[in-house]
């Protein structure tokens, strides 16, 4: 049981939640993610596993990403969950 619950909270504190990928203009998409995790989440692993979902989009056209602007927010109590969002072009190696 307190395996259960040590893996249970380890899960909460490293999950987040993807947008998907969205195009915002012609050529240019977005990925945002929020953190799950609370004030205790990370917000630097939103942000990897942001640019991870950007470049497996990318790298189903043998492309590569090339990031347009990022955002990273931390978590504040009782006010917002923390996020971050990545803006990019697929582009040719």
Request: aromatic share 6%; hydrophobic share 45%; net charge positive.
């Amino acid at each position: 049981m307190k395996a259960l619950i040590t893996v249970a909270a380890a899960v909460l504190l490293t999950a987040c939640a993807s947008s998907g990928v969205v195009q915002t203009d012609r050529d240019t998409y977005m990925v945002a993610m929020k953190n799950t995790g609370g004030v205790f989440g990370n917000i630097d692993k939103v942000k990897v596993d942001a640019y991870r979902e950007a470049g497996e989009f990318c790298a189903k056209d043998g492309k590569v990403v090339e990031t347009v602007s990022t955002t990273a927010e931390g978590a504040v109590p009782f006010v917002r969950m923390g996020g971050a969002s990545v803006t990019f072009k697929c582009v040719k190696p």
